[in-house]
């Protein structure tokens, strides 16, 4: 019944911006330390942020001061805003959340940073 659904991936020019959405159910998101993950082809799956219940927050060191995550509780969803983006960003993101011992993962939004 958990589900994930991420949104607002796309193509984009170094430099530029996007702000990638998860939409989360059947879990209480409310309580729930929420990730995003990126993974690149022939490249291992990587934390890029997360954040807690209370609302701290932790960063990739490569995405720290460009990228910033934050969280909805109304809404159930998370968000990932992205600054700067450069051609290493280039990547499949993942929405992440542990529940009842459990990773459950979201289907990916496909972000692609080239000029």
């Known amino acids: 019944q958990v589900q994930l659904v991420e949104s607002g991936g796309g193509l984009v020019q170094p430099g530029g911006s996007l702000r990638l959405s998860c939409a989360a159910s059947g879990f209480p998101f409310s309580s729930a330390a929420m990730s995003w993950y990126r993974q690149a082809p022939g490249k291992e799956r990587e934390l890029v942020a997360a954040?807690?219940?209370?609302?701290?927050?932790v960063y990739a060191d490569s995405v720290k001061g460009r990228f910033t995550i934050s969280r909805d509780n109304a809404k159930n969803t998370v968000y990932l805003q992205m600054n700067s983006l450069k051609p290493e960003d280039t990547a499949l993101y993942y929405c992440?959340?542990?529940?009842?011992?459990?990773?459950?993962w979201g289907q990916g939004t496909q972000v692609t940073v080239s000029s």
């Open positions: 992440n959340t542990r529940y009842l011992f459990s990773n459950y």
């Open positions: 954040i807690a219940s209370r609302g701290s927050t």
